[in-house]
């Protein structure tokens, strides 16, 4: 469970609130095709740079966290939306991420 009186949490809530925003286009992707070209273009141009940048900031560059957003865009470039939301899924438990499943 999160602590809520801890430094961190705020950033752990921005990174979950990232999270939910990525989890909405990936659906939306894999409910209709036809919306794969945005949800890629929004999860590669704007919400993975938001949490690279997240990382970076108040994470201490984690390699390991890197690692699972960097297997996340390569999943996400490419045209399968169930191998995307798999490399999503390293996100939603515990693991090499920002520990938004503990909220």
């Known amino acids: 469970m999160l602590d ?4 961190q949490s705020r950033r752990v809530l921005e990174a979950a609130r990232i999270e939910d ?3 909405r286009q990936l659906v939306a992707w ?3 095709d036809a919306a794969s070209s945005a949800a890629r273009a929004a999860i ?11 990382n970076a900031k108040h994470f ?14 390569r999943a996400v470039q490419g045209a399968d939306a169930e191998k ?13 991420n920002f520990g ?3 909220i």
């Open 84 to 96: 995307a939301w798999q490399a999503f899924t390293a996100l939603d438990g515990p693991g090499e």
């Open 100 to 102: 938004t499943w503990a």
């Open 4 to 7: 809520l009186d801890h430094p």
């Open 30 to 32: 894999r409910e209709d």
């Open 44 to 54: 590669l141009g704007t919400l993975l740079p938001q949490l690279e940048a997240l």
């Open 60 to 73: 201490g560059a984690s390699k390991n966290i890197y690692r699972t957003l960097e297997a996340l865009g």
């Open 21 to 23: 925003l990525i989890r």
